[in-house]
């Protein structure tokens, strides 16, 4: 149980990247990989886009999201442990 919820973290954290990464470049968002990533990032950044806004043109949701992941997952493995 534990390593399945240590792989779904992974996940997450690895979509979470390749959106940050993807940032950086210009790409095409239509493209069919880029649009898994987007969809599945979108519903974790979009509430924290909402709430705050980019600090000096830099977006932080990833960051916030990063950070409350973090807490989840840490509170879940007590649980587990």
Do not use: Q
Request: aromatic share 14%; proline share 7%; charged share 15%.
């Amino acid at each position: 149980m534990i390593e399945t919820l240590n792989l779904l973290f992974d996940i997450i954290n690895f979509f979470l990247i390749s959106r940050i990464i993807l940032s950086w470049f210009p790409h095409n968002r239509f493209h069919p990989v880029i649009k898994i990533i987007y969809n599945f990032t979108d519903p974790l950044l979009t509430p924290f886009r909402n709430m705050i806004n980019p600090i000096g043109g830099i977006d932080i949701s990833p960051l916030i999201v990063f950070f409350i992941l973090r807490l989840i997952r840490d509170y879940l493995m007590n649980i587990l442990i």
